[in-house]
């Protein structure tokens, strides 16, 4: 058989279309596999759903109180450790230690975390740790109030 110029010719070309058309489909299947995963992940782990969620908020601030130690101090059965009890503090008038009293809204329960020092419960001491805005996420903030608010009366 004679080979032909033109037929050597062709065959590397057929090889790189033909490889041309291989990449081709590895890089679509590869994109579509890439969009699909990574709506998926988007679906499953989106930050704003969880927050929107009161339920979640809650537990996360359950599982904050547990992970920055306010459980320590706090209880949530009433019965009063180092700090006061958190049951049925929110909502509640909370006698302070210079005579008045505040309503425990979110504002104070917020204040009452990042700024111990500024109003101080009557019967208590001064012992909430300081700087707690430097360690607790904002996130954690929400939640730990979330949490406290459940538990309010
Ligand atoms: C070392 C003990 C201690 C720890 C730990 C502690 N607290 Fe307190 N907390 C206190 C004391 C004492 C008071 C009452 C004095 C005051 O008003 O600052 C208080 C008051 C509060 C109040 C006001 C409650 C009320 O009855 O009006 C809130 C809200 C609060 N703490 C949240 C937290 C959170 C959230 C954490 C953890 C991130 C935490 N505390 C950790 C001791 C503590």
Redesign the pocket.
């Known amino acids: 058989m004679d080979s032909k110029p033109t037929a050597d010719n062709q065959s590397p070309s057929w090889a790189t279309f033909l490889a041309g058309i291989g990449i081709g489909f590895v890089v679509a299947v590869t994109l579509g596999l890439s969009v699909a995963l990574f709506a998926s992940l988007g679906a499953e782990a989106s930050p704003p759903a969880m927050a929107d969620d009161p339920a979640l908020l809650v537990s996360q601030g359950e599982a ?2 547990t992970a ?3 459980a ?3 209880s949530v059965d009433g019965t009063p450790g ?3 009890s ?1 049951l049925a ?1 929110a909502g509640s008038d ?1 006698p302070l230690a210079d005579g008045t009293s505040v309503v ?1 809204d979110t504002d ?2 917020v204040e ?2 990042l700024d ?2 500024a ?3 009557a019967d ?6 300081k700087g ?1 805005g430097d360690v ?1 996420s904002a996130e954690d903030l929400d939640a ?1 109030v979330a949490y ?1 608010e459940s538990l309010g009366g």
């Open positions: 904050a109180a920055y130690g306010c320590a101090c706090h180092i700090g006061p958190w503090v909370r425990a104070y329960l009452s975390i111990p020092s109003q101080i419960v208590f001491d001064d012992a909430m740790p707690l607790l730990v406290i």
